[in-house]
């Protein structure tokens, strides 16, 4: 086992020199950790350099995020750079604090301005807008938290450790204009007399209205207890947010990934179109999905939980506490990376694409301990959605509809697709349904040969409005 010596450094190298030596001792292998800091960053090479004794992959640390997002790229240009054996990972560290999410938000948003690094390639990495808050969905949703507190609309989610009951929300409200009179968001704050005596009142400029950047840099100036509970409830308010606009089809989240437990070719690839110029062709791709859970591999995930020492009390099957079409829902939850925070596995469709708060899951079902009655409502569940999405047999949508529908036909247009990107969008528009009109870039991997298809998603709907105008446009460049 390699042990870590403390060597004296000597008066043989010049304190002008000291960053060039510590550098090339870590590039010649003689050390094998670099501390650097913002100043001292300069012009200084760290990557795997083929070229360098010391060709390890870096794992590049960040103690404490910069104010500057560009700061914070030119630092993690240190250590990658060109011909490097390979390329580092990063470790952005930061608290649990609302307020200190901000510093992860800007060097998200910068990092996604990179563009390739996260969209537009097949091999990119996963989307950093999770930690991106500053996005027109963030200021919506900061508009909506500032309209609760000022008692100007409704909140659109319970705030955290509030109940239904309506004193703990306008206590929770109480303290929330305090804090913000505190940092200086709510201005010309005065205390009512007559009927609402007592009570808080003030304005919150126009221009702090939709100033995420703002409010996450304000929080880091109030107690933490407050702090995370004003952080929660954006974060809650956005996650409702990115719901509508995903529902609506109108969410842009670049390249999705389509998942599902079975996925594979209903029927050999359909060549829709080629091109008179180059001879590329335009392929229609069918795949059927099966997105659901048995209830045997629910169990036994809950199992596997159990019998590693790593679950939560928490952990278990619920039931849903409201009726849907006459029957009530049963989920699996589990706790994932961050504490309070679940994984939640439905039978129809799999792992939900949000997690949830414990505080709202407690909100919404009940724990189960009848391992029968979960069983058997699971099971139904996943035999009725084979056949019809979540809205029943009366659904308007019809056939077309797939919302918590398990069995899935999915339609991929691939191959060449830019000469034909204006005929495939006039076929989308004229479309009944909002979400049936826009273009959405996916990609999935079939479960039998790992075939990765990536294209334009066609709803069933428009198919066939896709292929006539396509066949169209062949006909005339023939």
Not at 304 to 314: H, M, Y
Not at 338 to 364: H, N, Q, V
């Amino acid at each position: 086992m390699e042990k870590a010596l403390f060597i004296r450094r000597g008066t043989q190298v010049s304190m002008e020199m000291i960053n060039m030596h510590e550098k090339q001792q870590f590039m010649d292998d003689k050390k094998l950790i670099a501390i650097i800091s913002e100043a001292g960053s300069a012009g200084v090479s760290l990557h795997a350099d083929r070229r360098a004794k010391n060709q390890r992959r870096r794992v590049h640390v960040t103690l404490e995020l910069p104010w500057s997002a560009d700061r914070a790229i030119q630092q993690f240009g240190r250590t990658h750079r060109s011909n490097q054996t390979s390329a580092p990972q990063y470790r952005l560290l930061f608290t649990n604090l609302g307020g200190e999410k901000r510093f992860a938000s800007i060097v998200a948003k910068r990092l996604e301005s990179l563009g390739a690094l996260t969209q537009g390639d097949r091999r990119a990495g996963p989307s950093l807008s999770a930690f991106n808050y500053d996005s027109t969905y963030g200021k919506r949703a900061l508009t909506m938290v500032y309209r609760g507190i000022m008692e100007q609309d409704s909140f659109p989610v319970v705030p955290p450790r509030c109940s239904d009951n309506q004193a703990s929300i306008e206590e929770f409200i109480t303290e929330a204009k305090v804090a913000l009179v505190s940092v200086g968001i709510i201005r010309d704050a005065t205390v009512c007399n007559g009927k609402v005596a007592g009570k808080l009142s003030g304005r919150i400029v126009d221009a702090d209205m939709h100033d995420v950047a703002r409010f996450l840099n304000r929080l880091l100036g109030l107690a933490p207890d407050i702090q995370n509970r004003l952080f929660d409830l954006f974060i809650s308010i956005l996650d409702v947010v990115l719901h509508n606009a995903r529902r609506e089809g109108q969410l842009d989240s670049g390249i999705v990934d389509i998942k599902g437990k079975n996925i594979e070719l209903k029927e050999p690839p359909k060549t829709v179109h080629v091109d008179s110029l180059s001879g590329a062709s335009t392929i229609l791709f069918t795949f059927t999905i099966d997105r659901g859970v048995t209830w045997e591999s629910a169990k036994a995930m809950l199992d596997g939980r159990e019998n590693d020492g790593a679950g939560s009390s928490n952990d278990g099957f619920y039931e849903s506490k409201r009726e849907w079409m006459g029957r009530r829902h049963f989920t699996l939850a589990l706790e994932g990376s961050t504490e309070g925070i679940y994984k939640i596995i439905r039978p129809a469709i799999g792992e939900a694409l949000r997690e949830m708060p414990l505080s709202e899951l407690k909100g919404k079902y009940r724990k189960v301990s009848s391992i029968d009655k979960v069983s058997k409502g699971w099971q139904d569940e996943y035999d009725v959605s084979s056949k019809q999405c979540m809205h029943g047999s009366k659904c308007k949508v019809g056939s077309y509809c797939t919302v918590g529908r398990r069995l899935q036909e999915f339609n991929i247009l691939g191959g060449l697709i830019l000469p034909v990107w204006g005929t495939i969008e006039k076929a989308l528009a004229k479309q009944v349904y909002q979400n049936h009109k826009r273009i959405r870039v996916v990609r999935l991997v079939t479960t039998n040969d790992n075939q990765r298809i990536v294209g334009l998603f066609i709803p069933n709907a428009a198919v066939e409005s896709v292929l006539t105008g396509l066949q169209w446009v062949q006909d005339i460049n023939d």
